[in-house]
């Protein structure tokens, strides 16, 4: 685990974007896990700038999201599909057959979620994934006590994870008990994981993950076993970081030769 301390959101998403652009450049058929919610808005607006302003080419890449509120429809406003339209997928070239994202409609949801694995599989499994952070330690929508091998499902949210959400439905509108998300094991099966969390809210999240034991109560820290997963976080997130001035350390003074970013 690389953990990368910025002293704000905006320069964590800066060196986030660099990341998903320079894989996109290296492979531009790669394919890319995407995740919603507040946390990447700024790097999807970042990324849509580079392709309008620097021509960054997402024409052969391949998408699939984390997760999705059982029983939204795609145009619904807190939907996944719907935030992915506005936040990214309209500000950019990516073909539209190669957007994936789960269907909350879905009538028959564990053949949906077997389809879903099989298509990430047959694209070739996802290069580079994008997680944000719950407040509860979750990773996609995977909630603490998920397993640590799940594959795509269904899930039930926490009421805290819930309660979290509530801000992206407009008042009235109750957020949904049950979603689809990427498994854990499915997450851990792509060949690069890129964690951003920011703010004081995600303190305690981001330290569990970090630098507590892995265990299924905090899904977050399953990334200790990922072979290649950076963690970009703000000074605020770091706070509860034990070990935050060797990380920040390590990182002003990587060596040349092990300069990535
Ligand atoms: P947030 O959610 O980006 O809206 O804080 C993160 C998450 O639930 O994974």
Same mark, same amino acid.
């Given at each position: 685990?690389?953990?990368?301390?910025?002293?704000? #959101?905006?320069?964590?998403?800066?060196?986030?974007?660099?990341?998903?652009?320079?894989?996109?450049?290296?492979? #531009?058929?790669?394919?890319?896990?995407?995740?919603?919610?507040?946390?990447?808005?700024?790097?999807?607006?970042?990324?849509?700038?580079?392709?309008?302003?620097?021509?960054?080419?997402?024409?052969?890449?391949?998408?699939?999201?984390?997760?999705?509120?059982?029983?939204?429809?795609?145009?619904?406003?807190?939907?996944?599909?719907?935030?992915?339209?506005?936040?990214?997928?309209?500000?950019?070239?990516?073909?539209?057959?190669?957007?994936?994202?789960?269907?909350?409609?879905?009538?028959?949801?564990?053949?949906?979620?077997?389809?879903?694995?099989?298509?990430?599989?047959?694209?070739?499994?996802?290069?580079?994934?994008?997680?944000?952070?719950?407040?509860?330690?979750?990773?996609?929508?995977?909630? #603490?006590?998920?397993?640590?091998?799940?594959?795509?499902?269904?899930?039930?949210?926490?009421?805290?994870?819930?309660?979290?959400?509530?801000?992206?439905?407009?008042?009235?509108?109750?957020?949904?008990?049950?979603?689809?998300?990427?498994?854990?094991?499915?997450?851990?099966?792509?060949?690069?994981?890129?964690?951003?969390?920011?703010?004081?809210?995600?303190?305690?999240?981001?330290?569990?993950?970090?630098?507590?034991?892995?265990?299924?109560?905090? #899904?977050?820290?399953?990334?200790?076993?990922?072979?290649?997963?950076?963690?970009?976080?703000?000074?605020?997130?770091?706070?509860?970081?034990?070990?935050?001035?060797?990380?920040?350390?390590?990182?002003?003074?990587?060596?040349?030769?092990?300069?990535?970013?």
């Amino acid at each position: 685990m690389e953990v990368i301390i910025l002293s704000s #959101p905006e320069e964590a998403s800066e060196v986030a974007a660099r990341l998903v652009a320079r894989q996109v450049r290296e492979k #531009p058929e790669s394919v890319l896990g995407l995740a919603t919610g507040g946390t990447p808005c700024k790097l999807y607006q970042l990324l849509a700038r580079m392709h309008r302003a620097r021509g960054l080419d997402f024409s052969k890449v391949t998408t699939f999201n984390l997760d999705e509120y059982i029983g939204l429809d795609p145009s619904h406003p807190a939907s996944y599909h719907r935030f992915m339209e506005e936040n990214f997928f309209s500000n950019v070239n990516i073909a539209r057959e190669r957007i994936h994202i789960p269907d909350g409609l879905a009538h028959d949801v564990p053949a949906h979620c077997a389809a879903y694995e099989k298509a990430i599989h047959e694209a070739g499994n996802i290069d580079l994934q994008i997680l944000g952070l719950g407040s509860d330690g979750h990773l996609g929508f995977n909630e #603490p006590g998920s397993s640590l091998a799940s594959r795509t499902r269904i899930k039930t949210l926490t009421e805290r994870t819930r309660d979290d959400n509530a801000r992206f439905f407009t008042d009235g509108q109750e957020v949904p008990h049950h979603v689809i998300t990427m498994g854990l094991g499915t997450i851990m099966e792509s060949r690069m994981c890129l964690l951003l969390a920011f703010g004081k809210g995600k303190a305690q999240a981001v330290a569990a993950s970090v630098e507590g034991p892995v265990t299924a109560s905090v #899904p977050g820290s399953l990334l200790q076993f990922h072979p290649r997963a950076k963690v970009l976080i703000d000074t605020e997130a770091a706070s509860l970081l034990t070990r935050a001035n060797y990380y920040q350390w390590v990182y002003k003074n990587k060596p040349t030769w092990q300069i990535d970013l």
